[in-house]
């Protein structure tokens, strides 16, 4: 919450942020190899390149490739022809500004937004540099050279195994591998088994866990022998890629000569350097794996790993293998994938699990990859003589993992109102008000959160859905275990995993809201689907006595009718499952658009009555000696007093009701409140009328606390912080107009400098943000460079009207021609304000509070 408050803000709370940020990246000592602790930054660099250059090196190649023979040659000539095509500039276009321009620059500095900015004068060249890639040059070290980030993978670092390597290559290098990608994406489904779910376009990763699911639902009844269910944790899978085993299988499945020494020029002439605590370190070469942040190496990985897949589901074909007992009208299926981890379903037959492990030792072998023996588990039904879990864990080398827990999401709803309401980090906390009260929206009388009940039941619409319109192992085998003699919509609950159940119950709430648009294919009625969707009376009659008049550019398809495209939406869903209470005008009215939500959320308690006063401590049950802290007299503490009765607050009232022509008795809160809401005034002024009630029992509110704790605040201050806020929220953008602040800073000035920009719409709601370290230059500078770069982003958007606003009166005054730029700031003086589209909007300052994004933190 204190984030919400003022995590934008240019507080100390931000700084310490962005500091306890850094400090968590920082490695100020870790183990070596041998056990010893190093402290000294310069051993720290030399430890670390010795332990990625290890790791990123090849320790020997096999010479037999036997396990190969299991993939075919799957690639056409024409599929070929297409990836070894030269690229277009349009096509080297759409793949620069495809990219984030806020990710990180590799060694030489360029990000993504240099190259999108600046796309018109350095275009040709780097279309010319994709072209000579494609015609067999080399990349040079200054292209493939690259930074190793070390990003950590738990909270305590204590060895470099628990950091995870990430690398910064120059983007020079990342658009000759997205180009690649993008073209080799199209391939990836027929050339990846349905087995793998993650990195092909059209599958989903949670169809393969819920198939897991349904699988190991069952796994008691097959009989004999019991079923084994093995997860395999693959030990640093990218960076063990053996580069000489990954060509031999892309020359298998087909890949020409040509698209395979592109492949070859990318991943073989890296050079990598360290980054320990932001100073790089001597470089080093690889001789192996895939850079895990690079666009091709998903595809490369998950193409190596296909190996793995066909071996295992060769199996099949050897009769004396006994597998996993599935039903006898599944497909055959014996793993699962999910880019380098796999789950595996075999039988406790010692003899077939033996031949899986020894699929598994080939590919370790063949592939430079490792099976981390440690992270790897099987699961076996309880009810399974302990003799044979000891035999599979001596066969395989795993641990047994145990029966997941239950209860997760009213577990994390304990979690969330603990963080929500506490005041510290340690200790017990009252909460004011139910949690599930919390979880409506605003005018229903919640803070808008969603109860992770509704967001479930809205996930498992979604599950309906797929398992209604796609196609998919899961959606087939589901089908086939629950709808093989029913139509899905008729089915009833009987037996099954708790994922169909809960389908099911979804069911009853959205299987109105899908329509079929058509139920034909080519010229003639699609029998199945029309049996899939009615009885068969229904089915019968539309076939022999129906004639469908459509156009026959169309195909089947179903529409989610709460949105408008057709499509569906977890959103759309949730609209419809969620749980829900009477609106309410009252309680959309305290939420005040631009209005800090610290503000509103404390009306929404005060309303009802849920803060800490002195009298709803003692309707609690609690004894407390209670005086009143915001005035004088001896009168006792109460929610009224403090912000009705009290002389000092009806001095404050009084002064804003008389400004506005309000007349009202203050003598209950919710009338005073209401007086304002619903008052007479012109539109424009409408949000502010809505907003001072909220913001002077805020303020009220604060001068209680300061009292109480030993401060004391004016009634005359009291004002003043009500009209500032008053004054801030009033100046959001006309109505159709955009508003930009700046704002630029210098810590020495000249020092080390940041600048940053945001753009919101006419509602007060954010558009778009941006922050940048400039190095060292002075704040003039700083601030100059925040309103070009500001404008510029606004005038490409065409985000206008705009109204300008700054806080630095210099540049204000540089802006208007009332002063002279600074005869030393080159780059003001370089810079043409007049030819801009400042010239088309409103120009002002704006107060502090207001520009919090560039202070250096």
């Not at 990003?151 to 390597?165: A, G, H, I, Y």
């Not at 009802?608 to 002195?614: E, G, L, M, N, S």
């Not at 210098?746 to 941006?770: A, H, I, Q, W």
Request: aromatic share 12%.
């Amino acid at each position: 919450m204190i984030w919400f408050a003022e995590g934008d803000r240019n507080t100390s709370f931000f700084h310490n942020h962005v500091n306890g940020k850094r400090k968590k990246l920082q490695l100020k000592r870790i183990k070596s190899g041998s056990g010893v602790c190093i402290e000294d930054q310069e051993q720290l660099a030399t430890t670390a390149v010795e332990f990625y250059q290890k790791q990123f090196t090849n320790e020997g190649d096999a010479s037999e490739f036997s396990l190969l023979n299991n993939v075919p040659s799957m690639v056409t000539m024409d599929q070929n022809l297409e990836l070894s095509r030269l690229p277009t500039i349009e096509e080297v276009r759409a793949e620069v500004f495809e990219l984030s321009g806020d990710s990180a620059s590799g060694p030489d500095g360029f990000n993504v937004l240099f190259y999108q900015t600046c796309w018109d004068v350095i275009g040709a060249d780097i279309h010319n540099m994709v072209l000579h890639f494609y015609g067999g040059a080399a990349l040079p070290k200054s292209i493939t050279y690259t930074n190793l980030v070390l990003l950590p993978k738990k909270p305590r670092v204590e060895t470099f195994s628990d950091l995870r390597p990430i690398s910064l290559s120059n983007f020079t290098n990342k658009v000759l591998s997205r180009v690649l990608h993008d073209r080799l994406e199209s391939l990836l489904p027929s050339l990846i088994s349905p087995n793998q779910s993650e990195f092909i376009k059209g599958r989903s990763i949670f169809e393969n866990i819920l198939l897991t699911q349904e699988i190991v639902t069952d796994i008691r009844l097959s009989g004999k022998p019991a079923n084994v269910v093995i997860k395999l944790d693959m030990a640093k899978a990218y960076d063990r890629v053996s580069w000489k085993y990954l060509l031999h299988v892309l020359r298998k499945m087909g890949f020409s000569e040509h698209f395979i020494n592109m492949v070859w020029s990318l991943i073989s002439n890296n050079w990598y350097s360290v980054l320990v605590n932001g100073k790089s370190s001597r470089f080093f070469k690889s001789t192996r794996g895939v850079k895990q942040g690079d666009p091709l190496s998903p595809a490369l990985f998950i193409l190596s790993a296909e190996v793995l897949s066909k071996s295992l589901n060769k199996l099949f074909e050897d009769r004396s293998f006994v597998g996993f007992g599935m039903p006898k009208w599944s497909d055959p299926l014996n793993h699962l994938a999910y880019a380098d981890d796999t789950i595996i379903f075999a039988s406790a037959y010692l003899p077939s699990l033996s031949k899986i492990m020894a699929v598994l030792g080939n590919y370790e072998k063949i592939s430079g990859q490792m099976i981390n023996k440690d992270k790897s588990s099987y699961y076996m039904h309880s009810k399974v003589a302990n003799g044979l879990f000891q035999a599979v864990g001596a066969i395989t080398g795993f641990a047994r993992v145990l029966d997941p827990t239950n209860n997760i999401l009213e577990h994390l709803h304990k979690i969330f109102a603990r963080f929500f309401w506490s005041t510290k980090e340690e200790g017990r906390s009252r909460h004011w008000a139910s949690w599930q009260n919390l979880f409506l929206p605003t005018e229903e009388g919640g803070l808008g959160f969603r109860s992770l009940h509704d967001v479930s039941r809205a996930l498992f619409a979604k599950l309906w859905w797929r398992f209604r319109t796609t196609k998919s192992l899961w959606s087939n085998f589901t089908w086939n275990k629950y709808c093989k003699k029913e139509l899905p919509t008729m089915v009833h609950f009987r037996k099954g995993s708790h994922v169909w159940r809960q389908m099911l119950n979804a069911r009853e709430e959205v299987e109105h809201e899908i329509e079929v648009a058509e139920l034909r294919q080519g010229e003639i009625w699609d029998v199945q689907l029309l049996d899939q969707t009615f009885n068969e009376e229904v089915s019968e009659h539309i076939r022999l006595n129906m004639h469908y008049e459509g156009n026959e550019g169309y195909w089947d398809r179903p529409y989610w009718m709460p949105t408008p495209s057709g499509k569906f939406s977890v959103s759309s869903a949730w609209q419809i499952l969620r749980h829900r209470a009477d609106p309410n005008k009252e309680f959309k009215l305290m939420w005040i658009k631009g209005l800090p939500f610290k503000i509103s959320f404390f009306l929404w308690r005060l309303w009802r009555q849920k803060i800490a006063t002195d009298d709803m401590w003692r309707r609690k049950g609690q004894m407390v000696m209670s005086r009143c802290w915001c005035c004088q007299q001896p009168q006792e503490e109460s929610i009224q007093h403090i912000f009705v009765t009290s002389p000092t607050t009806s001095t404050v009232w009084n002064f804003f009701m008389g400004a506005a022509g309000i007349t009202v008795p203050l003598i209950q809160l919710k009338q005073v409140i209401r007086h304002w809401w619903y008052a007479q005034c012109c539109p424009k002024l409408k949000p502010l009328f809505q907003a001072v009630p909220a913001i002077i029992t805020w303020e009220l509110w604060k001068r209680r606390n300061a009292g109480k704790h030993g401060s004391s605040v004016s009634i005359n201050r009291v004002i003043h912080e009500i009209n500032r806020t008053l004054h801030q929220l009033a100046r959001l953008p006309f109505h159709d107009w955009y508003k930009c602040n700046t704002d630029g800073a210098s810590k020495g000035n000249p020092g080390p400098s940041s600048l940053g920009f945001c753009v919101r719409d006419d509602e007060g709601d954010m558009v778009y943000t941006r922050a940048v370290d400039m190095g060292v230059t002075t704040n003039v500078v700083a601030e100059a460079k925040a309103i070009l770069q500001g404008l510029e982003y606004c005038v490409e958007h065409d985000l206008h009207p705009l109204i300008l606003e700054t806080d630095s009166l210099v540049m204000k005054k540089v802006i208007e021609g009332e002063w002279d730029p600074p005869w030393n700031d080159v780059y003001i003086k370089g810079s043409s304000w007049e030819g801009s589209e400042l010239t088309r909007s409103q120009k002002g300052t704006v107060s502090k509070p207001g520009l919090c994004l560039a202070k250096p933190a």
